[in-house]
Each structure stands twice: as C-alpha cells, then as structure tokens.
C-alpha cells in the first residue's frame, strides 16, 4: 500500500472521524488525529488546515500536523474563520437585535468581520435595521431566501473568504445556504408559531465549499450567541465602530459612555447619530462583563 502526502482542510468532524478536503485535487480523505494531539490538549477543527498521511487504496488515514490558526472559534468549535455571516429575520421570528449585537461585538473582538444579513424582506420591510447596522459601519444587506432577492450579491461576498453563518433557529440560515451552494441541500424547518423559535436543523458544524471554489461556508448547529464575559470593559466601545468618532472628546478619560455627563457618545445618542437599540446593547454588555468581574 502505497502512502501519500496531502494537505487539506478539515470539512467535517465526527464521531473522532475528519474530513478533509485536498488542496491538490479536491478529493475527500476520511483521515483520524494522531494520538499525540490529545495528549497534548489539541483538537483539530473544522477551519483546520492540516497535513496527512493517506493510505492511498483506502483513501484514508492520519492528520499529521495542523497548520497555524489564523483564529478559532469555542463556539461554535472552527478555525480560521475570516468572516461572520450574522443572519436574523424581519419577522417570524422578530429579530433580537440584542442578540445580533452581541454576535456583531463578539465576532469583531475574536477578529472576524461581520456581515448583517437581514432575512424574510418578503414578508416585511428591513429598512428600520438596514440603516441601523449600515450607519454603525457594517457591510449590510437585506435579502430573500424565498424569492431570491439580493442572494447572488450576498454571494459575492463570500467569495474568497470561510464565513460562518449564524443566528437564532428559524430565521432562515438553511433556506439562504440552499440559494447559494445549489448542491447543498440543507434541511430546513418551519417556525413554531406559539414561541417563534425554529427547529434546529443543523446537527454539526460542516464547511461547504462555494459553487465557485474560491470560498468556504460553515453552517453551524442552532448557532446564536457568544459570550462576552471574559472581555475587559474597557475594550467594548472599540468594538461600536460608530462610538469611534465621538469618544475622544468626552469630558472625562475613563468614561464608561453609559450614565456620564459631558459624555460625547451619550450627546451623539441623544442627537440621532447613535442608533438607540445598539447603545442599549453596549450598556447590557457593558453590565454583563462588570457582572462577571464579580464571581
């Protein structure tokens, strides 16, 4: 049996089994970790660009060496993310834009760039969070899984970059995921209609690689929140990109720009110039990582 070298990228993981996809040919290898990466506290994951040794009649074998990490991700568990596809609908469910805010401040702290992808414009006008997120500075686009509409500029997006869809079940990742990669085939679920809350549908991370092969998707399983709590406090603001303009010229170093008087951020609030729901989302994050100082 002859053995081969290939590197790839890990597309699946399960049960102790990765799947990786070679960078030479595209084949899929079903390959296991050597046992040294769990004695040295290593797990590969999804993202992972890795070396492996590849029985070549079988197609299988084992993951050598994972490749430096550009970043990764707790949860969910992938590496190498460049881009944050954070999906929420007009309606059904109605959009949590604290959860949307918390995804954005999140994503950006971990070095990932965002996009608000604004679903559902079928059944209702996104124009409110529109301007909301394209003021604050973030790449914005309302779109249609149902009809179509702005898909293919959403595509255009992602190409070149490995984006991780996310958002709270039932807003319609899946159904937008089965547009761009036409081969997919995603299962999708419909939307409870007493608690507004969709089925999960996704049931392990997975990357997909675009129709284009210049780019790759991960769909994750009920994806909706990181935590914030190990952010220092003091690093949160720099994450509202539309704070930025304004935080220099408050009466006092140190302000929080929640309660303070001669507050630049809180004059650009009362003014219009800072949208009121993400100000809000800032005040409760900034609340939740003080809270966590605590314990």
Do not use: W
């Not at 999960?200 to 994750?220: A, F, K, N, P, V």
């Amino acid at each position: 049996m002859a053995n081969i070298q290939v590197e790839g990228r890990i597309t699946k993981g399960v049960g102790g089994f990765y799947y990786i996809s070679s960078s030479g040919d595209g084949k899929i290898y079903e390959c296991r970790a050597r046992g040294r990466f769990r004695k040295e506290g290593i797990t590969p994951l999804v993202g992972d660009v890795v070396r492996c040794g590849i029985d070549s009649a079988s197609n299988t074998g084992l993951i050598s060496e994972i490749l430096p990490r550009t970043n990764s991700l707790i949860r969910p568990p992938v590496a190498n993310v460049s881009r944050i596809a954070i999906v929420f609908s007009v309606v059904n469910p109605k959009p949590n834009l604290f959860t949307v805010d918390k995804l954005v401040t999140s994503s950006m702290y971990a070095g990932v760039r965002p996009i608000i992808c604004i679903n559902k414009t079928d059944l209702g006008d996104g124009g409110e969070y529109y301007d909301i997120y394209s003021r604050a500075g973030f790449d914005t686009i309302c779109i249609s899984a149902e009809t179509g509409e702005n898909v293919d500029r959403l595509n255009d997006m992602l190409i070149g970059e490995l984006t991780v869809f996310a958002g709270n079940s039932g807003v319609g990742k899946s159904s937008i995921l089965n547009r761009i990669l036409r081969h997919a085939d995603l299962k999708t679920g419909e939307v409870s209609d007493r608690v507004e809350r969709g089925r999960h549908t996704t049931r392990h991370s997975e990357l997909m690689q675009l129709d284009s092969r210049d780019g790759y998707i991960i769909d994750t399983p009920g994806f909706s929140s990181f935590s914030v709590a190990d952010m220092d406090e003091k690093q949160l603001c720099g994450l509202f990109p539309e704070f930025q303009p304004y935080i220099n010229d408050c009466g006092f170093t140190d302000c929080s720009h929640t309660v303070e008087k001669d507050c630049a951020v809180l004059n650009a609030l009362k003014s219009g110039k800072i949208s009121k729901s993400r100000h809000e989302s800032y005040k409760a994050q900034y609340k939740e990582i003080l809270d966590n100082k605590q314990y």
